[in-house]
């Protein structure tokens, strides 16, 4: 049985107060991840790695809970997003839906989870999955709100703005998750 089976099993329903506490700090760790901005060609931060991480490590319920904690934080006008913005602005905002997408994201891996465990293979098919989930939303997002303020543009021209350049940095921090991750686990749960 798994490490986070185990917690699940010796807490009932309810959350550990280690659970909670891991939450709170995986969503700092995805805050200071987006405060990390790569300066490429097309500028990119590391919070999708945070939100890998905090699924890889705590597991879908309390991975979802502090990406959930992290994007709520932010609502509320902690700057915790990139460039040290927040609000509801930001979220309501052209990029806004990638941050949502985030949670939907962490809960799809959480299903993945779910049905078929934590095997390596499968985090990483659930990372890969859980990335697809993100993108999907914040282009769908990304188009909604540039239509209205701009006027439509193209799928095709709003994945090269907004996925294209992102997918081999995204798929780097997917790798160096699912090396990173099992070992942070095994650490923060042998107590």
């Known amino acids: 049985m ?4 185990v917690r ?3 807490t009932g329903k309810g959350l ?7 939450i709170g700090v995986f969503a700092v760790l995805i805050a200071i991840c987006s405060w990390i901005s790569i300066p490429t060609t097309v500028p990119f ?5 945070g939100v890998f991480m905090a699924v890889g490590v705590l ?5 979802s809970l502090a990406v959930l904690v992290y994007i709520l934080l932010g609502a509320v006008g902690v700057p915790v997003f990139a460039g040290f913005s927040g609000g509801v602005g930001v979220l309501l ?5 990638y941050i949502v997408g985030f949670f939907f994201s962490a809960l799809a891996m959480w299903g993945i989870e779910k049905l078929f465990g934590r095997k390596p293979v499968v985090e990483a098919v659930a990372m890969l999955l859980g990335l697809l989930v993100c993108y999907a939303f914040g282009t769908v997002w990304f188009m909604v709100v540039y239509s209205r303020q701009n006027g439509p543009a193209g799928l095709w021209t709003v994945l090269t703005w907004c996925v294209i350049p992102f997918i081999i940095p995204d798929l780097v921090k997917i790798g160096l998750a699912l ?5 942070v686990r095994k650490y923060a749960f042998s107590a």
């Open 179 to 183: 090396v990173i991750a099992p070992r």
């Open 93 to 97: 905002g052209m990029t806004g839906g």
């Open 2 to 5: 798994s490490d986070i089976a």
């Open 8 to 10: 699940e099993q010796n």
């Open 16 to 22: 550990a107060t280690r659970d909670i506490v891991y």
């Open 45 to 49: 931060t590391l919070q999708t790695f």
């Open 59 to 63: 597991g879908g319920k309390c991975g």
